[in-house]
């Protein structure tokens, strides 16, 4: 190159190292194998990581897997059941019966995008789609006191049934509130804690009482 | 005759550029820094001081006057802009309730407590709570009214918290955004000392609704007496932290147009109480759900116990 020869660099500075991009871990062979790997494989790493955020729900503990591995499919699954589980309600008119499909749908993910937006705007570190990601796992105690609800309402629908299913959504209904707060509350500024614990309480309570004003026909 | 004026600026929003422009001004302020300590100084040693200072809250709103100033500088179409609107703690909340529930007579709610920081946490989570609270308080309190009736059956009735929410958040929006009008546009007509930001009547009326969330729940009791006592207490305090808000903005308007300023504020915050109690709740018919005797014909008899 005829302009190269202009170019003076000086002799004090050595002009030396080593221009080589660092390999990765992973050799080029194992971008195909996810391609390559039986459907199955691909299903069970995603059921996989679905059912370990399920157990870290129901024993919670300080683990980071919940919020660095977000994912919505067990949100998404969660209401979807819930909604469907509240269906069949009694009702003499349609304006007087329980939540239907799409109102218990977009109350639980409404809420969830107000409460994570409402933190974000107080100054939480946790980003938009992790705080989704817990809030909707969070469900899960409250599907399960809903799955009991119905079970109990097979038995029968009187007193002894109402205090049953008032004590298991009660109990569900704490611990869904404790173990979202345990996720959520230590990306908050120390000084506004309750602030965006009370909005998840709220968001809660409204579930339980949709599952426990649950009649069915 | 300066400090006068200066004080009277400091209550428009854009006391920092007046001063910048105004290159008299920007010797006199030097002299403030010194002066507002010694001001604050003597509002404490006097609490007595006149009902005006303390309502126009001239003690030290110059330097959160100037401060409010430079701090919404965010463009709007940032997050940080709306950020700015939830820069309260958990105290400066907490203290805000108590401000609307225990109204201290002559004390202007806007200038004691929010100070040019009005936050949107409170009027958009207090409104929320009131929803769910009435819709859920209405729903209970009509199970226990039908209780002992052989031909109830329970329905949640989900329809009413749609309603609910829809009746108090235009409430909370759309009330003051009228009043901010009709405030600007008196404002033009007659000058004011005492003008409110529309975010500042936002709070104002966020907060003042606090007052009906324990009453809501309160009105599950199915007794119209108590039903509408407890109404009358509640709207006696949240229309008290309304009035004295809002009666400085239009004290030094007409007299006739003041009166029905207020008069309207009021009017509309008991309709919504009223109105609340009138649909959610459903008149308790019975004192308490009657026994049914059976008669010597066979027909029954319901006893009404007043």
């Known amino acids: 190159f005829p302009g190269l020869a202009d170019v003076s660099i000086s002799q004090d500075i050595p002009v030396e190292g080593e221009i080589t991009v660092p390999v990765g871990s992973h050799s080029p062979d194992e971008d195909y194998s996810t391609l390559d790997e039986p459907v199955k494989d691909t299903i069970m790493r995603d059921l996989k990581a679905v059912g370990k955020k399920f157990v870290h729900v129901m024993y919670p503990r300080k683990s980071s897997a919940l919020l660095r591995d977000w994912d919505l499919w067990g949100p998404l699954v969660l209401c979807v059941s819930l909604a469907l589980m509240l269906q069949g309600g009694s009702a003499d008119s349609k304006d007087d019966g329980g939540p239907q499909f799409a109102e218990v749908f977009v109350i639980i993910w409404f809420g969830a995008v107000v409460i994570t937006v409402n933190s974000k705007l107080l100054g939480g570190t946790i980003s938009f789609f992790q705080s989704l990601c817990v809030l909707g796992y969070c469900v899960l105690p409250l599907t399960v006191a809903m799955l009991v609800c119905r079970l109990v309402l097979l038995a029968g629908a009187g007193t002894v049934s109402f205090i049953i299913r008032l004590i298991v959504v009660g109990a569900m209904f704490g611990w869904s509130t404790l173990a979202s707060t345990a996720f959520l509350a230590d990306s908050q500024p120390p000084n506004r804690k309750a602030l965006v614990v009370y909005p998840i309480f709220l968001f809660y309570f409204v579930i339980s009482w949709m599952i426990l004003t649950f009649t069915p026909q | ?306």
């Not at chain 2, 207090?126 to 609270?133: K, N, P, Q």
């Open chain 2, 1 to 306: 005759i300066t400090c006068l004026v200066m004080y009277l600026f400091a209550e428009f929003d854009d006391a920092a550029n007046l001063l910048a422009a105004n290159p008299d001004a920007t010797t006199i302020s030097i002299e403030e820094p010194v002066e507002i300590p010694k001001n604050q100084h003597s509002r404490l040693q006097e609490p007595g001081r006149e009902e005006d200072d303390e309502l126009l809250g001239t003690d030290d709103s110059d330097k959160t006057e100037l401060l409010a100033g430079q701090k919404k500088s965010a463009p709007f179409w940032t997050f940080e802009y709306y950020q700015t609107f939830f820069d309260v703690d958990t105290y400066q909340v907490l203290d805000r309730i108590k401000g609307s529930v225990f109204p201290v007579p002559g004390k202007n709610f806007v200038r004691l407590y929010i100070r040019s920081n009005p936050d949107l946490y409170g009027p958009f989570w207090i409104c929320a709570t009131l929803v769910f609270t009435i819709a859920v308080s209405g729903n209970l309190s009509n199970f226990i009214i039908h209780l002992g009736k052989p031909t109830y059956h329970y329905v949640p009735e989900f329809r009413k918290v749609s309603i609910a929410a829809t009746t108090i958040y235009a409430y909370a929006w759309l009330v003051p955004l009228a009043l901010w009008g009709f405030l600007m546009w008196r404002n033009s007509k007659v000058m004011n000392i005492v003008s409110y930001s529309f975010l500042e009547i936002v709070c104002v009326y966020g907060y003042s609704l606090f007052i009906y969330i324990p009453t809501a729940i309160l009105w599950i009791i199915p007794q119209k007496v108590v039903r509408w006592v407890l109404a009358v207490f509640s709207l006696c305090l949240s229309g008290s932290v309304l009035v004295m808000t809002f009666w400085p903005a239009v004290r030094d308007d007409n007299r006739r147009i003041a009166v029905a300023t207020v008069a309207t504020i009021l009017l509309f915050h008991a309709l919504l109480a009223v109105g609340c109690l009138a649909y959610f709740f459903d008149a308790p018919e019975l004192d308490f759900p009657a026994p049914i005797i059976p008669a010597h014909n066979g027909t029954t008899v319901v006893t009404k116990s007043h």
